[in-house]
């Protein structure tokens, strides 16, 4: 793949041949962008991060120099483009392993009212550990216009629970019983999809007309605290105006398999993925938008173990420092003052050079 490809491409072109790669959860995302951070997707939890699965690079250095990387040709490089992101270089080529996978994928979610959730969350969150790889348990919190939901929910906030099934074409039998007996819902959705149809489902083409501003945590665990917050998205009781809406996605398996020295990615050892989201339109609503999802954000700090780097927004070298480890980011800005003492490729989740 070609640097400058969109996820989309990848999905169509290998899923001809009844094979594909983990990508990401939106298909206009670009190829480049995600897997140098890492690139978390619903095949992750079976074959690693999309970073997992590149066997070379080829990258354009500052100084212009064009080198191929793998683990035997710039191998130190190779561990650096593996999560540290577009500091080192242009990567004009990404040549990935492919695997053979079910055509077909699944979605479920049961949504819940606010006020009856957190059971059901954490019935859920139990029951993670034990899920077939092939799910990737998924939750959300926020007002919803899913047309599953009955008229008089539509725009209010809910919370859903469920998964993503896929990899596999035949979902587990025991996994959606033992979903739904954790609680009544108001209304759930279970949608056999096309593998292609499922990248794209998340897809926001008029979202780019809007603006934006997210925070990111990671979770080895989700105490009941914790699950109490991420309803209440930074407020007495989880209602108002203009709040972001958040989610939660597992990690696990492969990716944890994966030695945390193999890789400049860090934070295989997390359950969770938290990633709280706020759009609007209107300029005036500025600082309330961001004020609101940084007060959230905030309110679950005190669970989390990091962050991922692609979830960056204006954190700065605070979020880069949570991101990595120190050890780990030492290494980085070595590999950093080798390939671009300057700094030349800043405008990113910047690693400074030594």
């Given amino acids: 793949m070609q640097g400058g490809t969109l996820l989309g491409a990848l999905d169509r072109a290998a899923m001809e041949h009844g094979l594909t790669t983990t990508a990401g959860n939106v298909s206009h995302t670009g190829v480049g962008g995600l897997t140098l951070g890492g690139g978390m997707g619903w095949l992750a939890r079976q074959l690693g991060l999309s970073c997992d699965n590149v066997a070379a690079y080829e990258l354009i250095t500052a100084d212009g120099h064009r080198l191929h990387v793998d683990k035997t040709g710039n191998p130190d490089l190779f561990w650096g483009l593996r999560g540290g992101g577009g500091n080192f270089g242009v ?22 009212a606010i006020e009856d959730a957190a059971s059901a969350l954490r019935g859920w969150r139990d029951l993670n550990p034990i899920a077939p790889r092939a799910a990737t348990f998924t939750a959300r919190v926020g007002e919803s216009r899913s047309l599953v939901l009955p008229p008089q929910w539509r725009d209010r906030p809910v919370a859903s ?16 019983p033992a979903l739904r007996a954790l609680g009544r819902p ?14 794209r489902m998340e897809d926001t083409l008029e979202g780019h007309a809007l603006r934006r501003y997210w925070k990111g945590h990671y979770f080895r665990s989700l105490p009941d605290e914790a699950i109490d917050a991420f309803l209440l998205r930074g407020t007495p009781d ?18 944890a398999e994966v ?10 050892d997390a359950m969770f993925e938290f990633v709280a989201s706020a759009r609007w339109s209107d ?17 679950l700090e005190p669970f989390a173990s990091g962050m991922y ?14 991101a990595y480890p120190p050890a780990k980011l030492a290494r980085l800005r070595t590999l950093k003052t080798t390939y671009d003492r300057d700094n030349v490729f800043h405008l990113n989740p910047n690693i400074t050079p030594t």
Avoid at 94 to 112: I, K, S, T
Avoid at 283 to 291: L, P, V, W, Y
Wanted: proline fraction near 3%; glycine fraction near 8%; hydrophobic fraction near 45%.
């Fill in 91 to 112: 990567v004009s080529e990404f040549e990935f392993r492919l695997h053979p996978v079910a055509r077909q994928a699944h979605v479920v979610e049961l949504f819940f």
């Fill in 161 to 176: 629970i469920g998964f993503v099934w896929a990899g596999e074409s035949e979902l587990d039998r025991q996994l959606l």
């Fill in 186 to 199: 108001v209304a759930e959705r279970i949608e056999e999809l096309s593998y292609v149809e499922l990248q």
């Fill in 238 to 255: 989880g209602y108002g105006e203009q709040l972001p809406a958040a989610s939660l996605q597992a990690y696990g398996g492969a990716i």
């Fill in 259 to 268: 030695p945390d020295a193999d890789s400049a990615f860090s934070q295989r």
């Fill in 283 to 299: 300029a005036a609503e500025d600082e309330q938008r961001i004020s609101a999802a940084r007060r959230y954000s905030a309110s």
């Fill in 309 to 322: 780097v692609n979830a960056l927004s204006d954190e700065g070298a605070s979020g880069v420092a949570r």
